[in-house]
């Protein structure tokens, strides 16, 4: 039996580890029938897929039907559902997810640094996202356009996000930078545009 690449990275998510936190967060209120599971798989799905839509992403989990039962889901989730889902269900849950794999994996990860101090070593950045303001109305930024601006913090050695931060355009990438606490001693790369002459990050 063939089991695809997409299948073969669930079975490395333990179940009995995601129904504990959709337990501690509740996920399953109010859900319209899908369970938590299957919308993180619709979720990790529209990822890999680069999906740029709704519609993109329920019609190719629907184009995976023989595939579903494999990464334990019944049925792809409908476009208005998805929707709901995405506005109501809990994201703390997805980000507690993530921590518990980055924790597990995060050993698997390391890179082989001969020439670097072995203190930590983070890349600080920002990118700026344009929006349509027809759509978004919320994030207006000038008079016709619309941004958002997600900071993000690199851990070097496995280059996975340990910090990010969503804010409207407005916001300077120096406000961002003061409120993340790095561990002593460690090392922060970031552009020039994070710092002011005379300024301390910390």
Request: proline share 1%; with cysteine.
């Amino acid at each position: 039996m063939k089991i695809t690449l997409f299948a073969q990275i669930f079975q490395k998510i333990k179940r009995d580890s995601f129904n504990k936190l959709v337990e501690k967060f509740e996920s399953n209120k109010h859900s319209m029938g899908n369970d938590a599971w299957s919308h993180f798989v619709t979720k990790v799905f529209c990822q890999f897929s680069k999906s740029n839509s709704l519609n993109d992403v329920c019609n190719g989990m629907r184009s995976a039907t023989g595939d579903l039962n494999h990464l334990g889901v019944t049925k792809a989730m409908r476009r208005s559902s998805l929707a709901y889902n995405n506005q109501h269900r809990n994201w703390e849950l997805f980000q507690a997810m993530y921590f518990s794999l980055y924790d597990k994996f995060e050993s698997t990860l390391k890179k082989n640094r001969k020439l670097l101090p072995k203190r930590k070593i983070y890349l600080l950045d920002s990118t700026t996202i344009y929006l349509c303001l027809k759509v978004f109305d919320w994030a207006l930024f000038r008079k016709k356009k619309g941004t958002i601006k997600l900071h993000t913090v690199l851990d070097f050695d496995g280059c996975m996000p340990v910090f990010v931060d969503m804010s409207d355009g407005k916001k300077h990438d120096i406000k961002v930078a003061q409120d993340i606490e790095f561990s002593s001693g460690s090392i922060v790369v970031a552009d020039l545009h994070f710092a002011k002459p005379h300024q301390n990050l910390y």
